[in-house]
T-cell receptor, first 113, second 109 residues
């Protein structure tokens, strides 16, 4: 497997609290993505990054922010967690954007109670 | 943006039979079409991909076909085995990946 690790792997948090998920890669890939996976919806893009400090919104970005201060790390923050953000979150990386294989992290299961 | 539709959402086949999953896309600029397999509790992993300048690609029991004019592509799995049971996602990509909603394939021994 490609060197992409997510932390934490599981988290339970209360409504209204901020939460940060971390994605770390050792592949030196330029592009990094955050997806959420929900039954019936597949993988939906939250935010992505095309370089250090270069980020853009995906289709479900409301309530989420991201930061990328180093090539290897991409952080996803839920500013004030809501129950609708209970999901499995996947980080992915590619070397050349949408033209080559995307490699996924193991996923983070987040439960907001 | 791109819109990818995937059918069926669930598929059950007998071991040894073939399975076909179909996807359509909307953006004619999409030029890369990967398929991912996700086993229960695991991460999605690429199983096969095809680019817009190719009509068909095979890898052992797996094949993918692409019809750019009609904007659809399909995954074909022959001689299915129980270990093929998983969720399969198609994607169409330009600058980013747009995924279908997934097909849960069950291979019955």
């Amino acid at each position: 497997d490609a060197g992409i690790t997510q932390s934490p792997r599981h988290k339970v948090t209360e409504t209204g609290t901020p939460v940060t998920l971390r994605c770390h890669q050792t592949e030196n890939h330029r592009y990094m993505y955050w997806y959420r996976q929900d039954p019936g919806h597949g993988l939906r893009l939250i935010h992505y990054s095309y370089g250090v400090k270069d980020t853009d919104k995906g289709e479900v970005s409301d309530g989420y922010s991201v930061s990328r201060s180093k090539t290897e790390d991409f952080l996803l923050t839920l500013e004030s967690a809501t129950s609708s953000q209970t999901s499995v979150y996947f980080c992915a990386t590619t070397q050349t954007g949408g033209e080559t294989e995307a490699f996924f992290g193991q996923g983070t299961r987040l439960t907001v109670v | 943006g791109e819109n990818v539709e995937q059918h069926p959402s669930t598929l059950s086949v007998q071991e040894g039979d073939s399975a076909v999953i179909k996807c359509t896309y909307s953006d004619s600029a999409s030029n890369y079409f990967p398929w991912y397999k996700q086993e229960l509790g695991k991460r999605p992993q690429l199983i096969i991909d095809i680019r817009s300048n190719v009509g068909e690609k095979k890898d052992q029991r797996i094949a993918v076909t692409l019809n750019k004019t009609a904007k659809h592509f399909s995954l074909h799995i022959t001689e299915t085995q129980p270990e093929d049971s998983a969720v399969y996602f198609c994607a169409a990509t330009g600058n980013q990946f747009y995924f279908g909603t997934g097909t849960s394939l069950t291979v019955i021994p």
